[in-house]
């Protein structure tokens, strides 16, 4: 380290980078922050199965009572059964959301109660029931059954939470880091005079700049790793193929994220105004670029508008190469347009851009 | 032997002319206090001395070299102090200082020897944010002096020092001196322009109104009294922004 250190980048760098791991709140936010966020939609969302749907059983209803094997474990699955003499107080249930269904069975007729709050689980209710009911029909005639009903499951493409979360939320650690740390040093720098101080010393703005994005792109790719590894080790996270096409995502991600918070910390007055403008930047953004939650259930309009947002497509070109398996060359057309929001926003910055406060 | 020439230096923002037609120089290793109210045009007149400004009009010559555009062989001969927040932040004074002497290649060794000099040796693993006002002012001014300049700017060095603080930064400013170095100091107290100076500029408004020993400044006072009296009779005594 000592051959480094010596030189006027090399210092910069490490300067910059000591200041980083000593600012425990900027870790807090670069790396547990957002591994918080993946723990928890993890365990939160972790099984998106249907629940079970809540039934009341008034009195004996032998029909639900002497299912055949198959269609009991069926049952079992699909129903929280539990029982009540009481139809009255199960109708209540019913009407204040706590049970779906109220089921009794006067004579031979089956007659079941619901709401038609939950559409899903009403349709599911009652198209089971008949199901039951219609087999037992058939039961009761003795003629074998005409026709026959089997059923074959597909693995399915849609990915788990963790495969999901995981490529969007550290597109929006990545993004967080980058755009905050670049606004807070510009700023800070700016208020201490230190900016003023280095261009006094024979140390070129290329020289200082280059330090700045080293050490920023160092951090991101820090944070690849740990979300990945932490993600791989205990997350249950699987990556696809090319997922080493996430370290140049991560990188021309880090540049447009950097120029986002390089002109966020061009225009605010104050290092709190830069850090909030760099958050209301960044924090909708992840929103509506699918950080959170997925788009696909989002009105046209909005998934139009995330098109234009850098985060949106450092999240897609993510999810394609680290979970979705796609090619390496996948990956291309996001970077290009990363690198040219990159540009063309440094630009505006650097055209924003004043050495001291005055 | 001139350190620094300026001739007819004026700078304006807007309707405010913030150097007007300002005429100075500086000897080769004297020590020239520059004072005036706040908004007197100090900042401005040292910024453009430095390289940071660029003239409306006039000439400037440091130390034999034009001073605008940012000249690359001059920076290494000039140390400025800024303030004494200029500082990265979270570092020790050890790193600090080891940081602006990699800025100008010059060896960590040095650097060391700076943080003795100015009586920080035992606070060097400390972090600049737990150094008192006084010990960052000197780190500060370490920082300035670590590649050794022929001519060192001060920016108030001893503001919001206490009396023994500012009684010993004097000592260590005299010294910088002694050693040849050529210093301009930027202060509000005349007792320091008086004790530390060779030659007083007294400036407001943008223009130089006096350029004297403080000796020959008193005695030209009609009133008598000390260097504060001067530069009252001068300035006038509203308050400034």
């Known amino acids: ?358 | 032997m001139t350190a620094i020439s300026v001739v007819g230096l004026t700078k304006a923002y807007g309707d405010l002319t913030a150097v007007d037609a300002v005429d100075l120089t500086v000897d080769v290793g004297e020590f020239v206090g520059v004072i005036g109210p706040n908004g007197a045009g100090k900042t401005t007149l040292l910024e453009m001395i430095e390289g940071l400004r660029r003239p409306d009009a006039g000439e400037i010559t440091v130390l034999g070299e034009p001073a605008w555009p940012r000249n690359r062989r001059l920076q290494p001969r000039i140390g400025v102090q800024l303030q004494a927040s200029a500082f990265f932040e979270r570092l020790t004074a050890r790193e600090q200082i080891h940081t602006f002497a990699a800025l100008y290649r010059v060896p960590a060794r040095a650097a060391d020897e700076w943080l003795e000099r100015v009586g920080l040796g035992e606070k060097a693993a400390s972090r600049v944010e737990d150094l008192s006002g006084g010990q960052a002012q000197r780190l500060s001014i370490a920082c300035a002096l670590v590649h050794d300049p022929e001519l060192v700017f001060l920016d108030e060095p001893t503001a919001a020092l206490d009396p023994q603080a500012r009684r010993n930064l004097w000592d260590l400013l005299r010294a910088i001196n002694e050693d040849g170095r050529t210093v301009v100091l930027t202060t509000h107290y005349m007792d320091e322009a008086e004790a530390l100076c060779d030659r007083v500029a007294i400036i407001d408004h943008g223009r130089l109104l006096q350029h004297d020993t403080p000796t020959a400044l008193v005695a030209a006072h009609a009133g008598g009294g000390n260097l504060e009296d001067v530069f009252l009779a001068l300035t006038g005594r509203e308050y400034r922004a």
């Open chain 1, 1 to 358: 380290m000592s051959g480094l250190t010596g030189t006027p980048f090399g210092a910069l760098s490490i300067a910059i980078l000591r200041g980083f791991v000593r600012d425990r709140s900027a870790l807090f936010f670069a790396v547990v922050f957002p591994l918080m966020f993946l723990v928890l939609f993890g365990a939160l969302l972790g099984n998106q199965d249907q629940p079970e749907i809540e039934m009341v059983k008034v009195g004996d209803v032998p029909l639900l009572d002497h299912l055949p094997a198959d269609a009991r474990s069926a049952f079992d699955a699909t129903f929280d059964v539990e029982e009540s003499d009481d139809l009255d107080a199960a109708l209540e249930l019913v009407r204040k959301g706590d049970a779906d269904v109220a089921v009794e069975q006067r004579g031979d007729t089956l007659v079941a109660h619901y709401t038609q709050t939950e559409q899903v689980g009403a349709a599911i209710t009652q198209v089971t029931l008949q199901a039951y009911v219609d087999g037992a029909n058939v039961a009761v005639s003795g003629r074998p059954p005409k026709f026959g009903f089997e059923a074959d499951r597909v693995e399915d493409d849609s990915l788990t939470t963790i495969q999901y979360y995981t490529p969007g939320l550290l597109g929006w650690a990545i993004a967080m880091s980058s755009a905050f740390g670049a606004a807070a040093t510009l700023q800070g720098w700016r208020q201490s005079k230190l900016l003023r101080r280095l261009q006094l010393a024979p140390v070129s703005t290329p020289t200082i700049v280059g330090a700045r994005v080293a050490v920023t792109i160092g951090i991101a790719l820090g944070q690849t790793a740990i979300f990945l590894g932490l993600g791989w080790a205990a997350l249950g996270l699987t990556l696809t193929g090319s997922w080493w096409m996430s370290l140049p995502l991560v990188v021309v991600g880090t540049l447009c994220f950097m120029a986002i918070g390089l002109l966020a910390g061009a225009v605010a007055k104050s290092t709190e105004g830069a850090v909030n403008m760099a958050n209301f930047l960044v924090l909708p953004m992840a929103f509506l670029s699918g950080s959170f939650f997925p788009l696909d259930g989002a009105p046209t309009w909005l998934r139009r508008l995330s098109d234009v947002l850098p985060l949106k497509h450092l999240n897609e070109a993510m999810l394609d190469v680290l979970v979705r398996g796609e090619g390496p060359g996948s990956a291309l057309v996001p970077l290009g347009i990363l690198a040219a929001f990159a540009v063309v926003v440094t630009l505006l910055a650097a055209k924003l851009f004043r050495w001291d406060t005055a």
